[in-house]
């Protein structure tokens, strides 16, 4: 049975399966121009995210931003490119992909393994999308993953079917803020209370 109440996450959850692994990364999931035009609160996503980066920057956290690829996203349009309000640092990873889940047919798993990352928080695009298909990529293979739950969006699709976006979101969020498996865990936390402990870990409880 689903518990009513979104677990958050906190230190004492990190248990990933992954050997030599201790340390935390922010990714970011394609926040490009052509994801996010339109997008459900796109400016308080967009600014949350940011929020994190700087976060994570202060902690000396490692960033991995994804930049997808396809159709409707050409390499090199305008489209395709990050928003203006993030911006990459030199020395930060950047993965190109091509599917959903961020893992596939990338150098993913090779970028987080020489990180010694075993932990994500996760921000981005599209919630519905590879945000979701990159959640379960990730905790199927061992990492524990935290969501950040107003630091991720979507279009609206209701015309299609889906429902509005800010249900897509909330859905998203109690789900997995309730998933679990062996040996790994899954939580969901909020961009003002994410605290980095300065040594490669995750405090998100607010203390």
Known sequence: MMA??????????IMTTLSNRPNTALMVIDVQNGVVDGAHRREDVVANIAELVDKARAATVPIVWVQHSDAQLERGSEAWQYVPELSRAEDEALVHKFYGDSFEATDLEEVLAAAGVGRLLVAGA????????????????????????DAHTTEDLSDWGAPPP????????L?????????????VVATSDVRFDGGGGLLSDGS
């Open 175 to 187: 789900y997995w803020g309730n998933h679990t498996a062996p040996g790994r865990s899954a939580g």
């Open 126 to 149: 599209q919630t519905d999308e590879c945000i979701r298909s990159t959640i379960h990529g990730a905790f199927v293979r061992g990492y524990d993953v935290t969501l950040v739950g």
């Open 166 to 173: 800010e249900l897509v979101i909330a859905h998203t969020n």
């Open 4 to 13: 009513r109440e979104t677990r958050a996450a906190s230190k004492e959850t």
